[in-house]
């Protein structure tokens, strides 16, 4: 099995700069890693996400400046958050889809890190 460990998370005032971690645990081969977010009374949406390759594609509805980024041989994914405001402020879940074939893909999901941005 594969665990997500989220790291990176916090309370950070506005305008500041917040990486996000997440490690996947495990062997089983990652393919796309990425981050959603979901704030208070809202749904969970997606933030991005990153291929294998390096391709990166951004949620319609994100605010703020992001950056995603991976490191394969740390099986692991970044969110970089710059200029953070207030209306960032959610938790941030870390999604990671593991393949042992390509007709055949498990979904696995982080227990989300908080951020919170507030003066």
């Known amino acids: 099995q594969v665990q997500l460990v989220e790291s990176g998370g916090g309370s950070v005032p506005p305008g500041g700069t917040l990486t996000l971690s997440c490690v996947a645990t495990?062997?089983?081969?990652?393919?796309?890693m990425g981050w959603y977010r979901q704030a208070p009374g809202k749904q969970r949406e997606l933030v991005a996400h990153?291929?294998?390759?390096?391709?990166?594609d951004y949620g319609d509805s994100v605010k703020g400046r992001f950056a995603i980024s991976r490191d394969n041989a740390r099986r692991t994914v970044y969110l970089q958050i710059n200029s953070l405001n207030p209306e960032q402020t959610a938790v941030y879940y870390c999604?990671?889809?593991?393949?042992?074939?390509?007709?055949?893909?498990?979904?696995?999901w982080g227990e989300g890190t908080k951020v919170t941005v507030s003066s």
């Open positions: 999604n990671e889809v593991g393949s042992t074939s390509e007709l055949a893909t498990t979904v696995y």
């Open positions: 495990g062997t089983i081969p990652i393919k796309t």
């Open positions: 990153i291929t294998t390759d390096g391709k990166a």
